[in-house]
């Protein structure tokens, strides 16, 4: 909420809401940029919404809304997907082609699994090979159809795409412009930066220093400038993680919430959340009263605080608070109370969730050393009027009891978002833009202390362009400069506005080592006058990671190669391709996956699981890839129960360790994988019905192949009537269905 009622706080709503949804509208605005076109996708005639994209030559499709349709499951982890159904466990890798099932590669995807917006995607032909269906392509539509397919097909849940940002409105200072031409030192790849400047103005000199460094377990913020030397620096360092880590130098008043307004504290605060304890200590730099403590508790649900406040003429008061938090399924509740031995306070926050969503809070204090906070009544209501549309309004009560009123409307159109705010009679208008060239940013406020604002840069063929404006208080200050970048040397042109004064900008950014650079330039400034800066930069290289031991694994291929080349598959990753029957792959010791391939889909070899601790040789044979289809009948209809159900029969490839399940039609379907020149197919016997038998194995074909089930063979002995001496029994071999008598466990009869 806002905290007074100047038109610029008010303002603020509309920056703090554009620049916290511009990273969320520049990943729509690139997922969007994906896909040029949307493909119509049916599953046996029934149309499945938003579930495929044409990208380039490549079509991709939604796994979930292609897998909802046969109601299958899925566990959605880090950077895999696990498919868990009919007995059957599968398991995806984000951005590999491995296949895995029960844990042990199965088969290669063409292409990668992909996720673009929250949603995963595979291309059309690896959706029908692991899902067992056909398709049909057309230019703008797919078709899948079931038979004949796999016994059992994997499915996907879509990722949701975060929530749109509502608005909120934030007490955040306005932007300045920048008076500095384009800041020097600190690429994008590096660490930090260092960066000290001299700006000469008139009679003035201003000095500037500061330091921004960002690693993986520490990052830092400084910033000191003062006329004719340095002032107070205001500096950040934050260490550790989320749980174990803390923070030194600026952040928020460990005592701010409900009650107390935010302040700004300079300190140290120690986490250690996984002990649910929090230290800290340091002074606030509003009245200088100095705070230690310590707080216990779950900062999600409940905290306790003990504080010491010690102040400028020397009194210490203690002073006790908790807070409560309540997570419901309509939203979230806070309650929290503070206590000294001079005062006392409570405090009430909630917030709704949905479509339309109410944050009020009331806060009553009396007597506390650390002050109220500024808005102890607030009730903001709001409304989403679609995914890009938010509506909120709302009223606060500032500390004199005036009540300040405001209404705000944000939206969002791919990387641009505006927003406009009414407040104190007071309107306020923001515009941010995104785009992977550059950004721009934009705000006005109108009322009694006009403001305006402008900051955008923008990366051109050879060249970097950066604009900044502000008008304030009777002020204007504006710059244009543009910055070369082919070669080492920089040179800085462009055009400056101070005041009435208009003038050119010149300058030269010169590299001194490749860790120093240099940069002067000149500008108008000031009645007459010229503004002179020259600034010193230090970039901060980042370390670069230690590159893990690899060991040569030479792959040698067996078999016809055939005229186009081999692909070697490392993990389920392609990584090169040549016309030779030897391959190489630099590997970390330890066991990988290996596999091949040729590029135009003739030829392959299964998946080969080797450990090596050095360098070795590992050996593939090279088969003909095909898909097998066809299905299982029985040799004689009359000679088994009518109820014999050829649905559940396995059917097996060997060599090559392939297996199907045929579906009620008696039908099964082998993927298109490698298979040797001697492969068999087989009935499983142990997953017969009991009125049939498995046939001989059979060499493979192209085409339709047809497995004939015949009747199991029921053995009997046969004893001719007893005749004053025993008789021979003689015997014979009786094809027959079992009656259901025998299946049950009873005698057979007696011919």
């Known amino acids: ?5 100047s038109p610029r706080r008010a303002a603020a709503f509309s920056l703090a809401l554009l620049l916290s949804a511009a990273p969320f509208a520049a990943r729509s605005a690139r997922a969007a940029g994906a896909a040029t076109s949307a493909l119509a996708v049916t599953l046996d005639g ?6 495929g994209v044409v990208r380039g030559e490549s079509a991709q499709i939604a796994l979930a809304a292609l897998a909802r349709a046969d109601g299958w499951n899925v566990e959605r982890r880090a950077r895999t997907v696990r498919l868990a159904g009919d007995d059957r466990v599968v398991e995806l890798t984000l951005g590999a082609r491995t296949v895995r099932e029960d844990g042990d590669v199965r088969g290669l995807l063409q292409e990668p699994l992909a996720e673009r917006g929250g949603t995963l995607f595979v291309g059309v032909a690896d959706a029908a090979r692991l899902f067992g269906l056909r398709v049909a392509r057309e230019r703008a539509s797919v078709a899948f159809a079931h038979p004949p397919r796999l016994g059992a097909a994997p499915v996907l849940d879509e990722v949701a795409h975060p929530p749109t940002p509502r608005p909120r409105p934030t007490a955040t200072p306005a932007p300045t412009g920048a008076r500095a031409t384009t800041t020097i030192g600190g690429g994008a790849g590096d660490a930090g930066r260092v960066l000290m400047s001299v700006e000469r103005t008139g009679g003035l000199r201003m000095l500037r220093l500061s330091a921004e460094s960002h690693g993986s377990f520490v990052q830092t913020n400084l910033d000191a400038s003062g006329i004719d030397g340095f002032g107070t620096p205001n500096a950040t360092v934050t260490f550790g993680s989320a749980e174990r880590g803390g923070v030194v130098g600026l952040m928020g008043d460990p005592l701010s919430g409900e009650i107390v307004g935010g302040d700004a504290f300079d300190g140290a605060e120690l986490r250690r959340l996984d002990r649910g304890v929090e230290y800290f200590a340091g002074h606030r730099l509003a009245d200088g009263l ?4 310590v707080t216990g508790g779950d900062p999600l649900t409940g905290a306790n605080t003990i504080a010491f406040l010690h102040g400028p003429d020397g009194t210490t008061t203690a002073l006790l608070r908790h807070v409560r938090r309540r997570h419901h399924p309509w939203g979230d509740f806070t309650a929290e109370a503070i206590a000294s031995a001079h005062g006392a306070g409570i405090g009430l926050g909630a917030r709704t969730t949905g479509r339309t969503f109410v944050e009020s809070r009331l806060s009553l204090e009396r007597g506390l050393p650390v002050g109220a906070n500024a808005q102890p009544v607030a009730l903001d209501v709001g409304r989403r009027l679609s995914d890009v549309t938010t509506l909120a309004g709302g009223a606060g009560s500032s500390g004199s009891g005036a009540l300040v009123p405001f209404v705000g409307l944000s939206s969002r159109l791919g990387g641009v978002i505006g927003s406009v705010s009414v407040a104190n009679r007071a309107l306020s208008t923001s515009l941010t833009a995104q785009a992977p060239a550059g950004s721009l940013q934009l705000y006005a406020t109108g009322g009694a202390a006009a403001s305006f604002g402008l900051n955008g840069g923008f990366a051109l063929r050879g060249a970097s362009l950066d604009l900044a404006a502000t008008s304030s208080g009777g002020e204007r200050d504006a710059s244009l400069a543009l910055r070369t970048t082919r070669s080492a040397v920089g040179i800085i042109g462009g055009f400056a506005l101070y005041g009435n004064r208009f003038g050119p900008i010149t300058g030269l950014a010169l590299p001194l080592t490749p860790l120093f650079a240099l940069e002067g330039t000149v500008r108008a400034a000031g009645p007459g006058g010229h503004s002179t800066r020259l600034a010193l930069a230090m970039r901060i290289p980042r370390a670069q990671p230690r590159k893990p031991r690899t060991i040569v694994a030479t792959v040698h291929v067996e078999g016809e190669r055939g ?10 990753l392609p990584l090169r391709a040549a016309a030779s029957a030897t391959l190489r792959a630099d590997v970390t010791p330890g066991a990988h996956t290996f596999a091949v391939e040729s590029v135009d889909g003739a030829l392959g070899s299964p998946q080969v699981t080797a450990t090596l601790a050095s360098a070795g040789d590992v050996q593939l044979p090279l088969w003909p890839e095909r898909a097998i289809a066809g299905r299982v009948t029985l040799a004689d209809p009359q000679a088994v129960p009518a109820d014999t159900l050829l649905s559940g029969i396995v ?15 008696g039908r099964f379907f082998f993927g298109r994988q490698p298979f040797p020149p001697d492969a068999q197919l087989a009935v499983d016997p142990d997953t017969l019905p009991q009125a049939l038998r498995a046939p001989e194995a059979v060499a493979l074909r192209d085409g339709e192949m047809e497995l004939a089930l015949p009747g199991a063979t029921i053995d009997t002995q046969v004893f001719p009537a007893a005749r004053g001496a025993a008789a021979k029994p003689r015997s014979r071999s009786a094809r027959a269905p079992r009656s259901a008598a025998h299946r049950a466990g009873s005698a057979p009869g007696r011919g």
């Open 46 to 51: 029934a149309p499945l919404a938003s579930a």
């Open 651 to 665: 059917v097996t490839i060997a060599p090559g360790d392939a297996s199907a399940v045929t579906d009620a039609d």
């Open 290 to 293: 100095f705070e230690s403590g």
């Open 563 to 572: 005229a186009a080349p081999l692909r070697l598959i490392v993990d389920g």
């Open 1 to 5: 909420m806002f905290r007074d009622g």
